[in-house]
């Protein structure tokens, strides 16, 4: 019974080692109150982002470019170049979710014909957004995915720091955080 006992207490300290919350909890993200989806389309340069698995093969040039259709829906064109110079695209589709000038979008990559399966539609939260919509700060509720766009491919210095440090105060994690190639 003498044998159990360390190992009693050693299973007990781990038990509550992995009930302490790793961070001090994060309030809920929220997104803009508002967005003008038509005002929105248009070409947007990646400015720096959190490292994602879909975009590993983009060394330079990213770029997202949306269009409105027809029924609503915005189609959704990212693009980049790879570390030979040639251009990758992925074609998708986004939908808000809520009312007409909701910040929360959903987006999917997969063929159309899968658009009925919810794992396939990713969250795109519009968390930050310039006035005149030069510049937008976009993430999701677990702040997993991280990106900064422009219209332009940079942005300037006093812009970016000022986005860095409301994302801080937000909890996102700056370290993590890459720039993008134009």
């Not at 975009?55 to 030979?84: E, F, I, M, W």
Request: proline residues 7%.
């Amino acid at each position: 019974m003498k044998i159990w006992a360390p190992i009693r207490s050693l299973a007990l300290a781990w038990a509550c080692v992995l009930s302490m919350p790793a961070q001090a909890e994060l309030a809920p993200l929220k997104t803009v109150a508002a967005v003008d989806v038509p005002r929105y389309m248009g070409t947007w340069h990646e400015v720096a982002k959190y490292p994602n698995w879909f975009q590993k093969k983009c060394a330079s040039s990213t770029q997202a470019t949306y269009s409105l259709q027809a029924d609503g829906r915005v189609q959704v064109l990212n693009r980049c170049k790879t570390d030979k110079g040639e251009w990758s695209e992925a074609l998708g589709a986004a939908r808000q979710i809520g009312g007409p000038t909701s910040a929360q979008l959903k987006v999917r990559f997969a063929p159309a014909w899968l658009s009925f399966i919810p794992m396939v539609w990713g969250d795109y939260w519009i968390i930050d957004l310039d006035p005149d919509y030069q510049w937008v700060v976009v993430s999701e509720p677990k702040r997993e995915y991280l990106w900064i766009l422009s219209r332009t491919p940079q942005l300037p210095a006093a812009t970016y720091q000022a986005l860095l440090a409301k994302l801080d105060k937000l909890g996102f994690d700056l370290k993590k955080i890459e720039l993008s190639k134009p």
